[in-house]
């Protein structure tokens, strides 16, 4: 990776015109909708990093570059750069006072860091992700916020970290707040006809999703009884929103799987 970007160093230097004069916009556009391309369409991470390096050289206060190139190495497995780059999207963003994007920023830092097995980092970026969200005040970002860190609270593999009981309130807050969202959601699809059925489901799916968490919570504590009922439902929504088609793996798997887990008395690890 190293010598490639020298290359690219060295080359423009050779270019009388470019020597010692400010890169163009379009040269960091042309590199970033490349870099966006890969990641997004054609998932050749290898690529995207170098485009998205280029752009961070010739931009280096691009948060969105940032925040994508730490996509290409986390989809790469290179767990190490992608927090470097998260960071530095996250400080970007911060210094702008874009507290939606510092969130992003922490929120996917924590992801990376449990990716590691560096479950007390995660914790704690989580638990950054979470006040930014309660400062911002957005029922869907608190929601969401709460739901990931109740995940690592109830299901990392170190002991020290994982806290059943404050998963089972961060989870149990979060649904809370799904109703919420629910009832406003109604309201504003009484207004907009055509797009109720996507957003139904759209919002159905992602309450399933929050109480497989307190599921996994609940089965964290030792409540077993109420960890299976609550992935029953879990089980039986997923399998109506998401019908397995001939050929193809089931998309409920993973979530049936933890349900045997908890009739037989085990909790879920990560």
């Not at 995207?48 to 010739?58: M, N």
């Not at 990716?115 to 309660?134: F, P």
């Not at 020290?160 to 149990?172: F, P, S």
Request: glycine share 6%.
């Amino acid at each position: 990776m190293r010598s490639i970007k020298l290359i690219v160093v060295v080359g423009l230097c050779l270019m009388p015109a470019a020597c010692g004069s400010k890169p163009s916009v379009s040269e960091a556009q042309k590199a970033f909708a490349h870099g966006y391309h890969c990641l997004m369409v054609s998932r050749d991470w290898a690529t995207a990093q170098l485009e998205f390096e280029k752009v961070v050289q010739l931009e280096p206060d691009n948060a969105s570059a940032w925040r994508y190139l730490g996509l290409a190495y986390l989809r790469s497995g290179k767990y190490d750069d992608a927090v470097r780059c998260f960071q530095k999207y996250g400080e970007i963003s911060r210094a702008a006072g874009d507290q939606a994007a510092l969130a992003a920023s922490l929120n996917y830092t924590a992801m990376v860091y449990s990716l590691q097995g560096n479950y007390a980092d995660a914790a704690t970026s989580y638990q950054e992700t979470l006040d930014v969200c309660r400062q911002i005040g957005e029922s869907g970002r608190i929601a969401e916020a709460l739901n990931n860190y109740a995940w690592l609270l109830a299901t990392a593999r170190d002991d020290a970290v994982r806290n059943g009981d404050k998963a089972v309130q961060m989870a149990t807050e979060a649904l809370d707040l799904d109703a919420k969202l629910g009832v406003e959601l109604e309201a504003k699809l009484n207004r907009e006809v055509d797009a109720r059925q996507s957003a139904r489901t759209t919002r159905e799916e992602q309450i399933a999703l929050h109480t497989d968490t307190l599921a996994a919570a609940y089965a964290e504590t030792g409540n077993f009884d109420e960890a299976v009922r609550l992935q029953e439902e879990v089980v039986n929504t997923l399998r109506r929103l998401r019908p397995r088609r001939p050929g193809r793996p089931s998309a409920v798997a993973l979530y049936e799987h933890r349900l045997r887990l908890y009739k037989r008395g085990e909790q879920y690890r990560e």
